[in-house]
Structures are given as structure tokens and as C-alpha cells.
């Protein structure tokens, strides 16, 4: 295996019989995501935060996978936890808010609810136009990381962006649009006012075709793309865990004990 970028290891905690599994984005690692995943596992939950395959050492490793490697894994992932735990959530960010939501369409009552920030269901639309192409006459373009407004924020992830990788994640985007109708749980969806990767159209487009009658859109105001290390990402946090106690997911093996703050995480 190639040897992974330091910050970019997966997480996991074991804690009460509530579970989250986050999804990380396209060309990113666990390390946007890892500060959400700390805070969930402070408050006593089980947590799973994968690296998604070719993700998190080069990008010519990226270009060596498919959109199925990386649904493969969280799906895996899942089914994990649920052995594990009584009640499991998923959230994501970006393409990991795609697999979230695809997790959610195909596992049903599995999934008690969804959280995803800046979910991505398309390209903007010249870039989506351009990609079939661009396979065929470049191996890499610039890439899409570090999109954050908070000065001295950095995101863990790849300088360029492998095109056949962007050609797996178009298909991947067609399957999700498919399967969006069949998604019924309660969804979170938090998405910043400025975002310079996904366009508005792909929180409307996630609103529009999704099931679920318990929906909650909310607006950060302050933040970019990458906006669980962003201005707003305190709020992401705090908003998502009153999500999962709302539904019923923080119970008396919820609540973060000092033995729990003690448990060893395992990467």
C-alpha cells in the first residue's frame, strides 16, 4: 500500500450503541471531517470515519478507482456498525454527503436519519460538460481542496484532480440523482451561502427529489465549501448532535461519561 499523508488516517471510537459513520469528500481524507468525528465520540457515540480508497496518499492512486470502491467502503462500514449499535446515522460532506444519501436510499430502516454539508450531486455545469473529454487528453487538472474562508484553515487533500477519477464520480452522480426519491429518513441539510466547488443547484436538487417529510435546511453563513473546518463548523457540530438526540439517539448510553471521554480510539 502506498504510504498515506500524515492527517489522513481514518478514525473509529467505540462508544454507546449509537452510531455515525461519516463520509469524507472527493479527492479529500478524514481529516476534514475528524474534528466532527472527535466531538461526536466526546459526547459518547460510536464512531467510523474511513478513508475512501485511493484517497489520501497520491492522486495518482485516485485515478486507479471507481465510484464503486468508494460506496463499497462505507457501505462496509455500515453494515458494521449496525451490527454494533441499535441506532446508526450517517452523515457526510461534498461526495461524502452523496454517499450518505445513497447509504440512506439503499439500507432504509437501518439509517435513522442524514446529515450532509455541501452535498454534491453534480459538476457545475461546463465542468460537467468538459469531463468525458478531458480523460482522453490530460491525466490530472487543477484540483478543488481548501475551499475555507476561515484564514489559516487548510484541508488534507489532493493538489490535482485525476479525470478518470472525475469521470467515475459524473457516474456516480447519475446513480445518485436515480436514487435520491428513495431516500425517506429525516434529513439535515446544512449548506454554505459560498461555495466556490458545488453549485446552489445541488442542495435544490437534493430538496426537491428526496422523500423524507422531516427535512431541515439550514444556511452557514459564514463558511465555504469545506465547512466542518470552517467558521461554522461549532454550529455543524452542535446541530447535528441536537439532530441525533432529537430523534431519539442520545439516550442514558448517550450521554459522554468520564469513562467514555476515556475509551481508546482505534485508527
Known amino acids: 500500500m502506498p504510504p498515506l499523508l500524515a492527517g489522513a488516517e481514518p478514525y473509529h471510537h467505540d462508544g454507546s450503541s449509537t452510531g455515525v459513520l461519516l463520509c469524507h469528500g472527493f479527492t479529500g481524507s478524514p481529516q476534514s471531517l475528524r474534528p ?13 470515519l474511513p478513508l475512501l480508497p485511493g484517497h489520501g496518499s497520491r492522486w495518482e492512486d485516485m485515478a486507479l478507482t471507481s465510484w464503486e470502491d468508494w460506496y463499497a467502503t462505507v457501505d462496509r462500514e455500515l453494515r458494521l456498525l449496525t451490527e454494533r449499535c441499535e441506532r446508526v446515522f450517517v452523515f457526510g460532506l461534498s461526495m461524502g454527503g452523496g454517499l450518505a444519501l445513497r447509504l440512506a ?3 432504509g430502516d437501518a439509517v435513522r436519519g442524514v446529515v450532509v454539508v455541501n452535498p454534491a450531486t453534480a459538476f457545475p455545469r461546463l465542468t460537467g460538460y ?4 478531458a480523460r482522453f487528453l490530460t491525466r490530472s487538472v487543477r484540483g478543488i481542496t481548501d475551499d475555507i474562508a476561515k484564514g489559516g484553515g487548510r484541508e488534507l487533500g489532493y493538489g490535482r484532480v485525476p479525470t478518470r477519477a472525475a469521470y467515475a464520480l459524473r457516474d456516480f452522480y447519475r446513480v445518485l440523482r436515480a436514487d435520491l426519491p428513495k431516500v425517506t429518513q429525516p434529513l439535515l ?3 454554505s451561502r459560498t461555495d ?3 453549485p446552489a443547484s ?3 436538487s437534493v430538496l426537491g427529489r428526496v422523500s423524507s417529510t422531516d427535512v431541515t435546511e439550514s444556511i452557514l453563513e459564514r463558511s465555504y465549501h469545506v465547512a466542518t473546518l470552517d467558521h461554522d463548523a461549532e454550529r455543524i457540530f452542535a446541530d447535528s448532535l441536537g439532530f441525533i438526540e ?6 442514558r448510553d448517550g450521554a459522554a461519561g468520564e469513562e467514555q471521554r ?3 480510539d482505534r485508527a
Open 196 to 198: 466556490h466547488v458545488v
Open 262 to 264: 476515556m475509551a481508546s
Open 105 to 107: 436510499a439503499h439500507h
Open 246 to 251: 432529537r430523534l431519539g439517539g442520545l439516550g
Open 189 to 191: 441539510l446544512l449548506r
Open 130 to 133: 468538459a469531463v468525458p473529454f
Open 36 to 48: 466532527w468525528a472527535e466531538y461526536l465520540a466526546g459526547h459518547g457515540l460510536t464512531v467510523a
Open 202 to 204: 445541488a442542495a435544490a
